[in-house]
């Protein structure tokens, strides 16, 4: 009888909400389909058999936060033939990296009255800062159907499909009015890397920016459109501060933005 | 490894060095001395993530998108213990048929969140397989059935929600935008059908083996006047308790322990309690459905029921209840004129407490004039249950002795996954407790 092996996936987990692992589990009418290509080797929100590695693909989600799993994503890289990073956590340092912002001695001489019994870095960073990642998935949470492609891509050879471009395609190809000309909305749509199908539009409200930085974003541009339909400069750093906040397009305009903050305080602490 | 029996003296430990099928990173450790255990912890080492330290400073209006990424499984539970504690805070009242779609993707919620546990996490438990995978291999109808009743959940959460997992529609006042009414007539169909998957779901898991564990517990959970609690109602407990959601704070506190990164609630004087699908429904049995009351009889139940083995039921009866209530919702929905009460920004302090699918979700937030928060606090129902769980190995450990080593621990794992623990969600709370000490 002929047998062929399945190719095994693992999926781990670090700083994270387990959203995106949750959308593996969340392909309702896929995942025994997708249990039948591959084996589920090591999952550990799944099942609690662990087969041994090594396996062909990793998913790897969340951040690196702690001195503990700093050493964890090399076991994780070595055991791992390829290593891809589902969501904004793994790809940007998800939301815990508003950390990042914070002068760090303060911030936990603030936060910890029992330090001993924590471990926690100062930053919490991309796992490609720490390996070498085979394809970043991105997301806030990632979609399915992305998810779907990029496995089929791994394990069969071919290229993941996840355009590069921003979310404003999508709204055109949906049809959707642009709510920041027609309803002077903010939205940072026209930064935003595509891949949510541009759903906030739809729903009247513009984009935040879970999808994080399309590539060449021109946040300069951006921002300055939303202050002048009345944006103040520190609810330009907010918007810029959320789920991507550590990457670099949107981290480098958010500081820009902060500075001017810093500007106005001073000047009216001179003048008053 | 060869066990000895209970009379053995021998100091004899219980490792679980990752728990798996539970939401986050744990671990277990039982150590028993002569058949007594002398020490017990549910480790956690999820790594802290620092919600309320960065939650300041930013404005009240984002806290709904901000927080429902503590936990994938259930964000919605976080907006709305958020925009409630907000509209708390600025006098709002969302009323009408607004707040009946705030129940209904509630209701999606807790079919979604609560049909992942049954079907993927606990019942393979109880039949004896790693996962719900291979256990489709021997019950492919069963595992699909969880599947397509798990999907419904989700159907309604991305309808009004715009996506399963951190939706995007969920506002202070309301909504950004509302359904329109033959969209949510569209949904009434396959609800009907969850709504017969989630009878069988209820016949089927009343038909698992359960142990005889029986425990005298201090159930905790909301309780409203007419209705089975999701958004409001007062904070009651089975030995009396029954306040307002403001005086949560007065009554309940946490503590740091070396071993966790989540803090340990208790309740003063009390000890430990317990939240969720157990205490909803021993506190509020009367408010389910007739339906599903009727189900729970036919399953076995009694309107009390204190063995944390059969939450499986109990959660299977939820499911049943919040397909009711969906559809019961759909049917009445007329389009609200706007999307979202209109409010004026203003200083104050907002308490509200929801039922998460685990259990009450306490937030309490602080903010200026402009709606900048000054602080937040936030307590999820894991870290409210971790004492208890801890204490229901205490109790099942020396009583299971005799049985072999790997069959002891994996009932010790079951123990901890009766309780559907997140600990994604339970380890964003060192920094109040810091605060406090």
């Keep these: 009888m002929k047998r062929t092996k399945k190719p095994k996936l693992a999926v781990w987990k670090f700083a994270s909400c387990d959203g995106c692992q949750l959308t593996l589990l969340d392909c309702e009418d896929e995942l025994l389909a997708v249990a039948r290509e591959v084996e589920i080797a090591n999952f550990a929100e799944a099942s609690r058999m662990v087969v041994k590695g090594p396996y062909d693909l990793s998913l790897v989600e969340g951040s690196i936060t702690t001195p503990r799993d700093s050493e964890r994503i090399q076991q994780v890289r070595r ?55 085979d394809f970043e998935l991105r997301g806030c949470p990632i979609s399915k159907d992305q998810l779907l492609d990029v496995m089929r891509a791994f394990l069969h050879g071919g290229k993941p499909n996840t355009p590069s471009y921003s979310v404003c395609m999508e709204c055109k190809r949906r049809g959707t009015v642009c709510v920041m000309v027609a309803h002077g909305t903010p939205c940072l749509g026209p930064i935003t890397h595509d891949g949510c199908g541009a759903i906030c539009p739809v729903y009247n409200r513009g984009c935040y920016g879970c999808f994080g930085p399309k590539e060449t974003p021109n946040t300069h541009s951006l921002a300055a459109r939303c202050g002048e339909l009345g944006m103040k400069e520190r609810d330009i750093v907010r918007v810029l501060r959320n789920f991507n906040a550590w990457a670099e397009p949107f981290r480098r305009e958010s500081e820009a933005h902060e500075n001017q903050v810093h500007q106005v305080h001073e000047d009216k602490d001179h003048s008053g | 490894m060869k066990t000895k029996s209970t009379k053995s003296t021998k100091t ?9 099928r539970v939401e986050g990173e744990g671990g ?13 912890k549910l480790k956690i080492f999820e790594p802290p993530r620092f919600f309320e330290a960065f939650l300041r400073g930013r404005s009240c209006e984002e806290a709904a998108d901000i927080t429902s990424r503590i936990c994938g499984i259930c964000p919605i539970a976080y907006q709305m213990s958020a925009v409630h504690a907000i509209e708390d805070a600025l006098g709002v009242k969302v009323e009408g048929q607004l707040r009946a779609l705030r129940r209904l993707v509630y209701c999606g919620e807790w079919i979604e969140s609560h049909t992942l546990h049954v079907y993927m996490l606990h019942a393979p438990d109880f039949l004896g397989y790693p996962d719900a995978i291979r256990m489709a291999k021997d019950h492919p109808d069963i595992v699909q059935r969880g599947l397509q009743l798990k999907k419904a959940g989700n159907e309604i959460v991305r309808l009004i929600g715009g996506r399963e997992i951190h939706p995007i529609n969920v506002r202070v006042g309301g909504f950004y935008k509302v359904p329109a009414k033959e969209s949510l007539r569209a949904l009434a169909e396959q609800l009907k059908w969850a709504r017969d998957a989630a009878l069988e779901t209820v016949r089927w898991v009343a038909t698992l083996p359960f142990p005889e564990f029986e425990q005298d517990f201090l159930f905790v959970a909301l309780r409203h006047e007419k209705e089975y609690p999701f958004n409001e109602g007062r904070i009651v407990s089975n030995r009396g308790l029954d306040i307002p959601v403001h005086g949560y704070d007065q009554l309940f506190s946490e503590e740091h322990i070396a071993y966790s990164s989540a803090l340990h609630s208790e309740m003063k004087d009390q000890g430990a309690y317990f939240v969720g699908p157990l205490a909803r429904y021993n506190l509020n049995f009367d408010r389910l459905s007739p339906l599903a009351r009727e189900a729970a009889i036919a399953a076995g139940l009694q309107p009390a029921c204190r063995n944390p083995f059969q939450s499986i039921v109990v959660r299977s009866v939820e499911i049943l209840h919040a397909c009711e209530e969906a559809l019961r919702i759909i049917e009445q929905y007329e389009m609200p004129e706007t999307p979202a009460v209109k409010y004026e920004m203003k200083a104050g302090t907002g308490y509200a407490c929801t039922e998460a699918p685990r259990g009450i979700l ?36 020396p009583a299971n002795l005799s049985l072999p080593e790997e069959d002891l621990r994996w009932r010790c794992e079951q123990i901890v996954r009766n309780y559907d623990p997140c600990i994604s969600c339970s380890t964003h709370f060192l920094k109040l407790q810091m605060e406090r000490v």
């Design chain 1, 79 to 133: 055991a791992s033939k390829f290593l891809v990073t589902i969501g904004a956590c793994a790809t940007a340092g998800g939301i815990q990296a508003l950390r990042n912002f914070q002068n760090v001695k303060e911030f936990i001489a603030i936060v910890y009255a029992q330090p001993a019994y924590i471990e926690t870095l100062g930053k919490s960073t991309a796992i490609a800062d720490h390996v070498r990642v």
């Design chain 2, 12 to 20: 004899r430990t219980i490792r679980v060095d990752y728990l798996t």
């Design chain 2, 28 to 40: 277990l450790y039982v150590k028993v001395k002569g058949g007594t255990v002398v020490d017990v």
């Design chain 2, 362 to 397: 306490y937030h309490r937030y602080r903010f200026d004039a402009h709606g900048t928060i000054l602080d937040a606090k936030i307590v999820p129902p894991t870290s409210q249950n971790q004492k208890t769980i801890e204490n229901d190995l205490k109790q099942f450990v």
